[in-house]
């Protein structure tokens, strides 16, 4: 129920003598990863992530720069990942660019043809996804959204409101059948907008991408 609780789960994978990395930036989740160091004798290691403002992305690394191309909360993902393979391996550095480039995350941002999918299923899903479409400058934006039933639906279309949002279903029993049809929904965006983003269930998602790579 609360973020210091999933904090307490996710640090039962802290074993003896092996070093702890990460990002998290919340001092009591920090506290906790560091006393479950402790006990476990494991060397901890905070890494700062780089506030970034513009799109592309600059992660600086060993003196050096690199373009991301990501979403934003991808800087930090990436910012880790570096950290973590530098201190398992002797890494080519001629090589993190063309790694970066070929990054691929099935319905994270995903663009496939005209349609962004990215599987934002809850409020901070949707504050991320917010961020991308305002740091990349998308124009004449309009949005397909659903999500299942268990998921705080009204808040997330509230976080939306700003766009023209339609709502639809899809072949899931947990799925509100009274909405259009996804398929419909995304053709009328399509006639409507200029860029499409299906987002929310990552149920919905997957679904939308097997569709529309079957279409290609």
């Given at each position: 129920?609360?973020?210091l609780?999933?904090?307490?789960h996710?640090?039962?994978?802290?074993?003896?003598?092996?070093?702890?990395?990460?990002?998290?930036?919340?001092?009591d989740v920090?506290?906790?990863?560091?006393?479950?160091?402790?006990?476990?004798?494991?060397?901890?290691?905070?890494i700062?992530v780089?506030k970034?403002?513009?799109?592309?992305?600059t992660?600086?690394?060993?003196?050096?720069?690199?373009?991301?191309k990501?979403?934003s909360?991808?800087?930090?993902?990436?910012?880790?990942?570096?950290?973590?393979?530098d201190?398992?391996i002797?890494?080519n550095?001629?090589?993190?660019?063309?790694?970066?480039?070929?990054?691929?995350?099935?319905?994270?941002f995903?663009?496939?043809?005209?349609?962004?999918?990215?599987?934002?299923?809850n409020?901070d899903?949707i504050?991320?996804?917010?961020?991308?479409?305002?740091?990349?400058?998308?124009?004449?934006v309009?949005?397909?959204?659903?999500?299942?039933?268990d998921?705080?639906?009204?808040?997330?279309?509230?976080?939306?409101?700003?766009?023209?949002v339609v709502?639809?279903?899809?072949?899931?029993?947990?799925?509100?059948?009274?909405?259009?049809d996804y398929?419909?929904?995304?053709?009328?965006?399509?006639?409507?907008?200029?860029t499409?983003i299906?987002?929310?269930?990552?149920?919905?998602?997957?679904?939308?991408?097997?569709?529309v790579k079957?279409?290609?």
């Amino acid at each position: 129920d609360s973020l210091l609780e999933i904090a307490y789960h996710k640090a039962g994978i802290i074993k003896d003598g092996v070093p702890l990395l990460t990002t998290a930036t919340q001092s009591d989740v920090l506290a906790l990863f560091k006393e479950t160091c402790q006990k476990h004798h494991s060397s901890f290691f905070h890494i700062a992530v780089e506030k970034q403002e513009h799109y592309p992305y600059t992660i600086r690394w060993k003196g050096k720069s690199y373009v991301l191309k990501q979403p934003s909360y991808q800087v930090s993902n990436f910012t880790l990942a570096l950290h973590v393979v530098d201190k398992l391996i002797d890494i080519n550095e001629e090589l993190v660019q063309e790694t970066i480039d070929q990054f691929y995350w099935p319905c994270r941002f995903e663009k496939v043809g005209n349609l962004y999918l990215d599987g934002a299923h809850n409020r901070d899903g949707i504050e991320a996804l917010l961020k991308t479409i305002k740091e990349q400058k998308l124009q004449d934006v309009g949005i397909v959204f659903s999500a299942l039933s268990d998921k705080d639906i009204d808040d997330m279309l509230a976080m939306l409101k700003e766009y023209d949002v339609v709502v639809a279903s899809f072949d899931d029993d947990r799925s509100d059948h009274h909405h259009m049809d996804y398929k419909e929904a995304i053709e009328l965006m399509k006639e409507k907008h200029q860029t499409v983003i299906v987002t929310g269930s990552l149920h919905f998602v997957s679904t939308v991408q097997k569709y529309v790579k079957s279409a290609l």
